[in-house]
Protein backbone atom coordinates (compact mmCIF):
# COMPACT_ATOMS: atom_id res chain seq x y z
CA UNK A 1 0.00 0.00 0.00
CA UNK A 2 1.90 3.24 -1.09
CA UNK A 3 2.40 4.93 1.91
CA UNK A 4 0.33 8.06 1.40
CA UNK A 5 -2.78 6.21 1.63
CA UNK A 6 -1.75 5.15 5.09
CA UNK A 7 -4.32 6.92 7.40
CA UNK A 8 -1.89 7.30 10.36
CA UNK A 9 -5.36 8.01 12.93
CA UNK A 10 -6.36 4.81 12.40
CA UNK A 11 -4.48 2.95 14.96
CA UNK A 12 -5.26 6.03 17.18
CA UNK A 13 -8.83 5.88 16.76
CA UNK A 14 -8.71 1.93 17.20
CA UNK A 15 -7.09 2.96 20.71
CA UNK A 16 -8.99 5.31 22.05
CA UNK A 17 -11.62 2.69 21.20
CA UNK A 18 -10.37 0.40 23.26
CA UNK A 19 -9.53 2.87 26.13
CA UNK A 20 -13.11 4.43 26.04
CA UNK A 21 -14.25 0.96 26.20
CA UNK A 22 -12.04 -0.17 29.03
CA UNK A 23 -13.13 3.36 30.79
CA UNK A 24 -16.66 2.30 30.63
CA UNK A 25 -16.60 -0.80 32.15
CA UNK A 26 -14.24 1.31 35.16
CA UNK A 27 -17.18 2.98 35.47
CA UNK A 28 -19.54 0.54 35.42
CA UNK A 29 -18.05 -1.39 37.98
CA UNK A 30 -17.68 1.57 39.87
CA UNK A 31 -21.39 1.72 40.14
CA UNK A 32 -21.67 -1.74 40.84
CA UNK A 33 -19.04 -1.36 43.45
CA UNK A 34 -21.52 1.75 44.95
CA UNK A 35 -24.74 0.06 45.31
CA UNK A 36 -22.98 -3.04 46.85
CA UNK A 37 -21.78 -0.15 49.30
CA UNK A 38 -25.26 1.46 49.79
CA UNK A 39 -26.37 -2.05 50.40
CA UNK A 40 -23.78 -2.78 53.02
CA UNK A 41 -24.30 0.70 54.27
CA UNK A 42 -28.28 -0.03 54.84
CA UNK A 43 -28.13 -3.10 56.37
CA UNK A 44 -25.26 -1.48 58.69
CA UNK A 45 -27.37 1.26 59.98
CA UNK A 46 -30.18 -1.57 60.36
CA UNK A 47 -27.38 -3.71 62.76
CA UNK A 48 -26.55 -0.26 64.49
CA UNK A 49 -29.76 0.42 65.43
CA UNK A 50 -30.14 -3.06 66.72
CA UNK A 51 -27.84 -3.21 68.91
CA UNK A 52 -29.44 -4.87 71.70
CA UNK A 53 -30.29 -8.01 69.79
CA UNK A 54 -27.49 -7.69 67.79
CA UNK A 55 -25.18 -7.94 70.96
CA UNK A 56 -27.25 -9.90 73.48
CA UNK A 57 -28.57 -12.66 71.66
CA UNK A 58 -26.15 -12.89 68.84
CA UNK A 59 -22.48 -11.59 69.55
CA UNK A 60 -23.07 -12.67 73.14
CA UNK A 61 -25.03 -15.84 72.65
CA UNK A 62 -22.02 -18.15 72.80
CA UNK A 63 -21.33 -17.14 76.21
CA UNK A 64 -24.78 -17.93 77.45
CA UNK A 65 -25.69 -21.64 78.64
CA UNK A 66 -28.85 -21.32 76.60
CA UNK A 67 -27.11 -21.08 73.41
CA UNK A 68 -28.52 -23.52 71.05
CA UNK A 69 -25.40 -25.59 70.64
CA UNK A 70 -25.16 -26.43 74.09
CA UNK A 71 -28.91 -27.35 74.20
CA UNK A 72 -28.16 -29.83 71.35
CA UNK A 73 -25.25 -31.48 73.15
CA UNK A 74 -26.63 -31.50 76.48
CA UNK A 75 -30.40 -33.31 74.70
CA UNK A 76 -27.38 -35.65 72.84
CA UNK A 77 -25.73 -35.83 76.83
CA UNK A 78 -28.95 -37.23 78.38
CA UNK A 79 -29.96 -39.84 75.12
CA UNK A 80 -26.56 -41.97 74.65
CA UNK A 81 -26.45 -42.79 78.40
CA UNK A 82 -23.94 -40.36 79.74
CA UNK A 83 -25.69 -37.85 81.84
CA UNK A 84 -25.08 -33.94 82.19
CA UNK A 85 -21.18 -34.80 80.50
CA UNK A 86 -21.52 -32.59 77.59
CA UNK A 87 -24.33 -30.28 79.08
CA UNK A 88 -22.46 -26.58 80.36
CA UNK A 89 -24.57 -24.96 82.92
CA UNK A 90 -22.13 -21.97 83.39
CA UNK A 91 -19.52 -19.91 81.06
CA UNK A 92 -17.52 -17.75 83.06
CA UNK A 93 -15.42 -15.50 80.51
CA UNK A 94 -15.05 -11.49 81.63
CA UNK A 95 -15.50 -9.15 79.15
CA UNK A 96 -13.33 -5.58 79.69
CA UNK A 97 -13.37 -2.35 77.52
CA UNK A 98 -9.72 -0.85 78.11
CA UNK A 99 -9.30 1.74 75.74
CA UNK A 100 -11.46 5.46 75.66
CA UNK A 101 -13.82 4.87 72.62
CA UNK A 102 -13.53 1.04 72.55
CA UNK A 103 -17.44 0.35 72.99
CA UNK A 104 -18.41 2.61 70.49
CA UNK A 105 -15.68 1.59 68.05
CA UNK A 106 -16.91 -2.17 68.73
CA UNK A 107 -20.32 -1.19 68.15
CA UNK A 108 -19.01 0.25 64.66
CA UNK A 109 -16.90 -2.82 63.49
CA UNK A 110 -19.61 -5.38 64.76
CA UNK A 111 -22.64 -3.37 62.84
CA UNK A 112 -20.38 -2.99 59.71
CA UNK A 113 -19.50 -7.20 59.71
CA UNK A 114 -23.54 -8.00 60.31
CA UNK A 115 -23.96 -5.23 57.62
CA UNK A 116 -21.84 -6.80 55.22
CA UNK A 117 -23.23 -10.60 55.78
CA UNK A 118 -26.27 -9.89 55.53
CA UNK A 119 -26.17 -7.94 52.19
CA UNK A 120 -23.65 -10.68 50.15
CA UNK A 121 -26.58 -11.99 48.51
CA UNK A 122 -27.10 -8.36 46.90
CA UNK A 123 -23.21 -8.31 46.44
CA UNK A 124 -23.12 -11.19 44.63
CA UNK A 125 -26.30 -10.07 42.37
CA UNK A 126 -24.19 -6.77 41.49
CA UNK A 127 -20.75 -9.00 40.80
CA UNK A 128 -23.56 -11.24 38.49
CA UNK A 129 -24.73 -7.81 36.35
CA UNK A 130 -21.39 -7.02 36.18
CA UNK A 131 -19.65 -10.21 34.49
CA UNK A 132 -23.03 -11.18 33.05
CA UNK A 133 -22.40 -9.44 29.36
CA UNK A 134 -19.28 -10.95 29.01
CA UNK A 135 -20.82 -14.38 29.25
CA UNK A 136 -22.10 -16.35 26.50
CA UNK A 137 -26.00 -17.62 26.10
CA UNK A 138 -25.09 -21.03 27.55
CA UNK A 139 -22.52 -20.07 30.32
CA UNK A 140 -25.40 -17.86 31.89
CA UNK A 141 -27.79 -20.39 31.74
CA UNK A 142 -24.85 -22.79 33.25
CA UNK A 143 -24.69 -19.92 36.00
CA UNK A 144 -28.67 -19.31 36.42
CA UNK A 145 -28.66 -20.09 40.06
CA UNK A 146 -25.17 -18.46 40.88
CA UNK A 147 -26.88 -15.91 43.46
CA UNK A 148 -28.79 -18.91 45.49
CA UNK A 149 -25.94 -21.65 45.66
CA UNK A 150 -22.90 -18.39 46.70
CA UNK A 151 -25.76 -17.55 49.39
CA UNK A 152 -26.42 -21.00 50.77
CA UNK A 153 -22.79 -21.91 50.89
CA UNK A 154 -22.27 -18.43 52.42
CA UNK A 155 -24.68 -18.39 55.00
CA UNK A 156 -24.21 -22.06 55.13
CA UNK A 157 -20.38 -21.43 56.33
CA UNK A 158 -21.29 -18.60 58.58
CA UNK A 159 -23.54 -20.74 60.34
CA UNK A 160 -21.08 -23.16 60.74
CA UNK A 161 -18.54 -20.64 62.55
CA UNK A 162 -21.11 -19.59 64.77
CA UNK A 163 -22.87 -22.28 65.82
CA UNK A 164 -19.85 -25.23 66.09
CA UNK A 165 -16.58 -23.40 65.56
CA UNK A 166 -17.21 -19.82 68.13
CA UNK A 167 -19.20 -22.17 70.82
CA UNK A 168 -16.55 -24.74 71.11
CA UNK A 169 -13.61 -23.02 70.90
CA UNK A 170 -15.29 -20.53 73.87
CA UNK A 171 -15.78 -23.33 76.25
CA UNK A 172 -11.91 -24.17 75.34
CA UNK A 173 -10.84 -21.06 76.57
CA UNK A 174 -13.49 -20.84 79.63
CA UNK A 175 -12.07 -23.93 80.96
CA UNK A 176 -8.42 -23.98 80.01
CA UNK A 177 -6.54 -23.12 83.33
CA UNK A 178 -3.15 -24.26 84.06
CA UNK A 179 -1.64 -21.23 85.61
CA UNK A 180 -3.03 -20.82 89.21
CA UNK A 181 -2.33 -17.58 90.52
CA UNK A 182 -3.44 -16.25 87.05
CA UNK A 183 -6.86 -14.60 86.03
CA UNK A 184 -8.19 -14.25 83.08
CA UNK A 185 -10.13 -11.52 81.68
CA UNK A 186 -10.10 -10.91 78.11
CA UNK A 187 -10.41 -7.58 76.30
CA UNK A 188 -13.67 -7.29 74.30
CA UNK A 189 -12.26 -6.29 71.49
CA UNK A 190 -10.32 -9.24 70.78
CA UNK A 191 -13.88 -11.46 71.52
CA UNK A 192 -15.31 -9.60 69.37
CA UNK A 193 -12.32 -9.99 66.76
CA UNK A 194 -12.65 -13.94 67.28
CA UNK A 195 -16.19 -14.04 66.42
CA UNK A 196 -16.60 -11.68 63.65
CA UNK A 197 -13.13 -13.20 61.92
CA UNK A 198 -14.54 -16.90 62.66
CA UNK A 199 -17.95 -16.17 61.42
CA UNK A 200 -17.12 -14.33 58.16
CA UNK A 201 -14.01 -16.51 57.21
CA UNK A 202 -15.93 -19.96 57.00
CA UNK A 203 -18.38 -18.21 55.15
CA UNK A 204 -15.77 -16.95 52.78
CA UNK A 205 -14.10 -20.63 52.63
CA UNK A 206 -17.26 -22.54 52.34
CA UNK A 207 -16.85 -20.47 48.80
CA UNK A 208 -14.85 -22.98 47.26
CA UNK A 209 -16.98 -25.18 44.92
CA UNK A 210 -17.98 -21.63 43.72
CA UNK A 211 -14.75 -20.63 42.84
CA UNK A 212 -13.32 -24.28 41.66
CA UNK A 213 -16.36 -23.83 38.77
CA UNK A 214 -15.21 -20.62 37.43
CA UNK A 215 -11.26 -21.39 37.78
CA UNK A 216 -12.48 -24.37 35.35
CA UNK A 217 -14.23 -22.49 33.37
CA UNK A 218 -12.24 -20.37 32.28
CA UNK A 219 -9.15 -23.46 32.37
CA UNK A 220 -7.28 -22.48 35.33
CA UNK A 221 -8.28 -25.49 36.85
CA UNK A 222 -8.49 -29.07 36.31
CA UNK A 223 -9.00 -31.94 38.22
CA UNK A 224 -5.86 -33.63 37.77
CA UNK A 225 -4.50 -30.52 39.52
CA UNK A 226 -6.94 -30.95 42.36
CA UNK A 227 -6.46 -34.69 42.77
CA UNK A 228 -2.41 -34.47 42.43
CA UNK A 229 -2.16 -31.48 45.33
CA UNK A 230 -5.39 -33.16 47.56
CA UNK A 231 -2.52 -33.79 50.49
CA UNK A 232 -1.03 -30.16 50.19
CA UNK A 233 -4.38 -28.82 49.68
CA UNK A 234 -5.04 -30.68 53.17
CA UNK A 235 -2.22 -28.90 54.87
CA UNK A 236 -3.42 -25.45 53.77
CA UNK A 237 -6.70 -26.44 55.06
CA UNK A 238 -5.40 -27.29 58.42
CA UNK A 239 -2.96 -24.05 58.47
CA UNK A 240 -5.93 -21.54 57.20
CA UNK A 241 -8.15 -23.43 60.03
CA UNK A 242 -5.04 -23.04 62.60
CA UNK A 243 -5.18 -18.89 61.06
CA UNK A 244 -9.21 -18.74 61.37
CA UNK A 245 -9.91 -20.48 65.03
CA UNK A 246 -6.52 -20.36 67.58
CA UNK A 247 -5.56 -22.01 69.77
CA UNK A 248 -8.10 -25.15 70.09
CA UNK A 249 -6.96 -27.77 67.72
CA UNK A 250 -10.13 -29.65 68.11
CA UNK A 251 -12.02 -26.46 66.47
CA UNK A 252 -9.38 -26.29 63.52
CA UNK A 253 -9.75 -30.23 62.99
CA UNK A 254 -13.73 -29.38 63.02
CA UNK A 255 -13.25 -26.35 60.38
CA UNK A 256 -11.23 -28.70 58.26
CA UNK A 257 -13.46 -31.51 57.59
CA UNK A 258 -16.27 -29.60 56.08
CA UNK A 259 -13.43 -27.97 53.83
CA UNK A 260 -11.90 -30.99 52.88
CA UNK A 261 -15.48 -32.48 52.00
CA UNK A 262 -16.00 -29.02 50.25
CA UNK A 263 -12.37 -29.90 48.03
CA UNK A 264 -13.93 -33.06 47.32
CA UNK A 265 -17.04 -31.43 45.74
CA UNK A 266 -15.33 -29.05 44.33
CA UNK A 267 -13.22 -31.87 41.98
CA UNK A 268 -16.64 -32.94 40.95
CA UNK A 269 -17.73 -29.86 40.01
CA UNK A 270 -14.04 -29.02 37.90
CA UNK A 271 -14.44 -32.73 36.63
CA UNK A 272 -18.13 -31.83 34.88
CA UNK A 273 -16.93 -28.22 33.71
CA UNK A 274 -14.31 -29.83 32.32
CA UNK A 275 -16.51 -32.52 30.40
CA UNK A 276 -18.70 -29.94 29.11
CA UNK A 277 -15.74 -27.64 27.63
CA UNK A 278 -14.55 -31.16 25.57
CA UNK A 279 -18.01 -31.52 24.42
CA UNK A 280 -17.78 -28.46 23.13
Known amino acids: MPLDQ ?32 I ?40 NIGVGDTLCISEINIPLQITTFLGEFLTHLKVSFVAGFILAFPYIIFELWRFVKPALQKKER ?25 SPFTINFVANYNVISNAKTDIHLGSYISFITSVVVAAGLMFEMPIFAYFFSK ?39 MPLYFLYE ?12 IDDE
Not at 6 to 30: G, P, V
Not at 48 to 68: E, M, Q, S, T, V
Not at 265 to 276: A, H, R, T
Open 6 to 37: IDLNDDYEISEEKNMSFMAHLEELRWHLIRSA
Open 141 to 165: RYARGLIFFCSILFFTGVSFGYFVI
Open 265 to 276: ISILISSKVNKS
Open 218 to 256: IGILTPEFLKTYRKHAVVVMLVLSAIVTPPDVFSQVLLS
Open 39 to 78: AILIFFIIAFIGYRILFDKIIFGPLNADFPTYKILCYISE
